[in-house]
C-alpha cells in the first residue's frame, strides 16, 4: 500500500494540469466551432498571457490575481484585433484556399508571436510570482497552494465561459453561428463582430492557462508549444468541436499522464498523450464524443 | 416598396443574373417562378446581399440597400427564407425562435410577447419548444423557420420555396398563413415552383429565365390561362 499515497498525489497533480488545459482547449474548440479554423498560434496566446503575468506580477509589483485577470483582458483584445487584421479576408471572399490560409496565417502569427516575446524579453526563463506559496495539507497528501488556488480559478474561468455559451445571448448567438452562419444573419446577427469575439475568447482562456500555469512551469518564448499540442491531442480525443469532449479529454489525458509517470517513466510524459490518441482513435475513429456538436 | 434595378450579380467571375429589373409592391405578394437553374434563389440571395451585385441597383422604400451588409437588413424589416433548411439544428425550438428577436434582445417584454405569440398560432413549436428543432420533421422545421422569421416582426419578406418537401396538406397549412401575412400589411417576395398552388395566393407573376425577366403580369391573367402557361412552362 505504500505506493498509494505517491499515486494519489500524482493524480491530483495530474488532474489539476488537465483542468488547466481544459480551459486551453476549450478556447481552441470555441474558435474551431465558430469559426472553422484551427488556431494554429493557440500556444502562443498562452505564452502572452504568461508573460502578462509575469509583467504585472514582477514587474509592476501587482498582485497575481491582478496578474491574471491583466493577462486574461489583454489576451482576449490582442486576439480580437488580430482576427480581424488577419482572417476576415476569408469572410469577404477575398481568398481561395480558406482553409490553407487560415492554417498558414495562424502558423505565420505563431512564429511571429514567439520570436517577438524572444527579442523582447530573451531566451530566459522567468517566473511570476506564485498565486500562494506552502503547502495545503490534505490528510494523506499535500499539494502545493498554488496549484489548488490555480485549479479553483481555472474551474472559475470555465465556469463562467459554460455559463455565456449555455445561457446568454451571445452564447446563444454563437452556437447559432457555428452551425449555419448564413442563417444566423438572417437573424441580424453580425458574423464578423462574433467571429471577432469567439476567437478573442478562446485565446483568453489559452491566456488563462498560460497565466495559471506559469509559476508551475515557467516563461520562455516558446512554452506554448508542447500544450499547444497537447491541446490539439485533446480536442481531436474529444471529437474535433464538442464542448464536453474538450473537457473530458483534457482530465483523461492529465490522469493518463501522471499515470505514465508513476508507473513507466517521467521521461516520456509527453508521450504518453499521443500514445493515448492512437488507442482512441483506432477504437473510435470520430473522437469520444464523435458525432456530437459543438454545443452543450 | 422593393425595387430591383438593372442588376447584375453571380458567383466569382461567372454572372448569373444579367441587367434584372422587378419590382415587389407593397403589401403584394409578388410570385417569381422559373426553371431550375434560372437565378431565382440567386435573386433573392442577392438583395439580401449574400451575392455581391456588380451592377444596378436594390432599392427598398427608395433607399439603395445593395450595399449595407446583410445583417443590417433585419433592422431595415427585411427578412429571408432560405430555400434549403435554415433551423439551427442544436438549439432547441424555444432558442431558435428567441434568435429571431435578436434585433431587440435588449427588449426583454417584446421578446416574451412575440414568443408567445408564436407559441399560440403554431401549437407543433409550443409542444416541443424544449426540444432539439434538428430533430423535428421536415413540415415542422419549414414551419418554425416561418415563425422565427416573424419573430422580428419584418415588413417585408423574401420567400424561397416555403413549400419545397412538403406534404400537401402541410404546404397549404404554409401557403395560408404566409397569405393571411398581407393581412398584417407585410410585403412578399416569393419564388414558387409549384405555381398551382401559389398562383390563387398572388398579385403579380414574374418568370425568370437565363438570369432575366422573361415575363410579367397580373397573376389574375396568368391563373385565368394558367393551363396555357403550365403548357409553355413544360417547354422549358
Ligand atoms: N454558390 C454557388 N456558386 C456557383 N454557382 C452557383 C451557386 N449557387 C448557384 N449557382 C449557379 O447559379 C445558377 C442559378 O442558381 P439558382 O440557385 O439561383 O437557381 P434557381 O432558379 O433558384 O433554381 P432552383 O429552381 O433549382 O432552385 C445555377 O446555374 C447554379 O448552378
Ligand atoms: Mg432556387
Known amino acids: ?85 488577419l482572417l476576415t479576408p476569408i469572410y469577404e471572399d477575398k481568398v481561395e484556399r480558406k482553409d490553407e490560409y487560415a492554417l498558414l496565417i495562424t502558423f505565420g502569427l505563431s512564429i511571429f508571436l514567439m520570436n517577438g516575446a524572444l527579442v523582447v524579453f530573451g531566451p530566459y526563463q522567468k517566473s511570476p510570482e506564485p498565486l500562494a506559496s506552502g503547502v495545503l495539507d490534505l490528510g494523506v497528501l499535500s499539494v502545493s497552494s498554488g496549484r489548488i488556488y490555480a485549479v479553483v480559478l481555472a474551474i472559475i ?54 497565466a495559471l500555469l506559469a509559476p508551475v512551469f515557467l516563461v520562455f518564448p516558446i512554452m506554448g508549444v508542447v500544450p499547444a499540442i497537447k491541446s490539439f491531442v485533446i480536442i481531436i480525443l474529444g471529437s474535433m468541436g464538442s464542448i464536453k469532449g474538450a473537457i473530458y479529454g483534457s482530465l483523461l489525458l492529465g490522469i493518463v499522464e501522471s499515470l505514465g509517470v508513476f508507473f513507466l517513466s517521467p521521461s516520456y510524459r509527453d508521450g504518453y498523450s499521443f500514445l493515448l490518441l492512437i488507442i482512441i482513435l483506432l477504437v473510435k475513429p470520430k473522437g469520444l464524443f464523435g458525432g456530437s456538436q459543438w454545443n452543450n | 416598396m422593393l425595387e430591383v434595378k438593372n442588376v447584375d450579380a453571380g458567383y466569382g467571375k461567372i454572372n448569373i443574373l444579367n441587367d434584372l429589373s422587378l419590382k415587389a409592391r407593397e403589401n403584394n405578394l409578388t410570385l417569381l417562378i422559373g426553371p431550375n437553374g434560372a437565378g431565382k434563389s440567386t435573386l433573392l440571395k442577392a438583395i439580401f446581399g449574400f451575392v455581391k451585385t456588380s451592377k444596378g441597383s436594390i432599392e427598398y422604400n427608395g ?8 445583417h443590417q437588413l433585419v433592422d431595415h424589416g427585411i427578412s429571408f427564407l432560405l430555400q434549403r433548411v435554415s433551423v439551427f439544428p442544436e438549439l432547441t425550438i424555444n432558442e431558435n425562435l428567441k434568435l429571431g428577436a435578436w434585433a431587440f434582445k435588449k427588449d426583454k417584454q417584446k421578446v416574451t410577447q412575440q414568443l408567445e405569440a408564436m407559441y399560440d398560432k403554431f401549437d407543433v413549436l409550443k409542444q416541443k419548444r424544449n426540444e432539439k ?99 409553355s412552362w413544360l417547354k422549358f
Open chain 2, 133 to 231: 428543432a434538428g430533430l423535428m420533421s421536415g413540415g415542422q422545421k419549414r414551419t418554425l423557420e416561418i415563425a422565427r422569421m416573424l419573430m422580428s416582426n419584418p415588413k417585408m419578406l423574401l420567400i424561397d420555396e416555403p413549400s419545397a418537401g412538403l406534404s400537401p396538406k402541410i404546404a397549404k397549412e404554409v401557403y395560408q398563413i404566409l397569405h393571411g401575412l398581407k393581412d398584417d400589411g407585410i410585403t412578399l417576395l416569393m419564388v414558387d415552383q409549384n405555381i398551382r398552388d401559389s398562383i390563387g395566393y398572388s398579385d403579380y407573376v414574374y418568370v425568370l429565365e437565363q438570369g432575366s425577366v422573361s415575363s410579367e403580369s397580373k397573376a389574375s391573367e396568368v391563373e385565368a390561362n394558367l393551363k396555357e402557361v403550365v403548357q
Open chain 2, 63 to 70: 433607399k439603395d440597400i445593395s450595399s449595407l451588409p446583410s
Open chain 1, 1 to 85: 500500500m505504500d505506493f498509494l499515497v505517491p499515486l494519489l498525489a500524482q493524480l491530483t497533480n495530474g488532474l489539476i494540469i488537465g483542468f488547466i488545459y481544459a480551459l486551453m482547449a476549450l478556447g481552441l474548440t470555441l474558435i474551431f466551432g465558430v469559426l472553422k479554423v484551427i488556431n494554429f498560434a493557440h500556444g502562443e496566446f498562452y505564452m502572452l498571457g504568461a508573460y502578462i503575468s509575469y509583467i504585472a506580477s514582477r514587474m509592476l509589483g501587482l498582485h497575481p490575481i491582478i496578474g491574471i485577470i491583466a493577462a486574461v483582458a489583454v489576451v482576449f483584445i490582442i486576439g480580437m484585433l488580430m482576427e480581424k487584421a
Open chain 1, 157 to 210: 474561468f470555465m465556469a463562467a465561459t459554460l455559463f455565456i455559451i449555455n445561457k446568454t445571448w451571445l452564447g446563444t448567438a454563437l452556437r447559432a453561428l457555428s452551425q449555419d452562419r448564413d442563417a444566423s444573419t438572417i437573424m441580424g446577427i453580425n458574423a464578423k463582430t462574433l467571429g471577432s469575439i469567439a476567437f478573442g475568447l478562446g485565446a483568453a482562456m489559452a491566456g488563462a492557462a498560460g
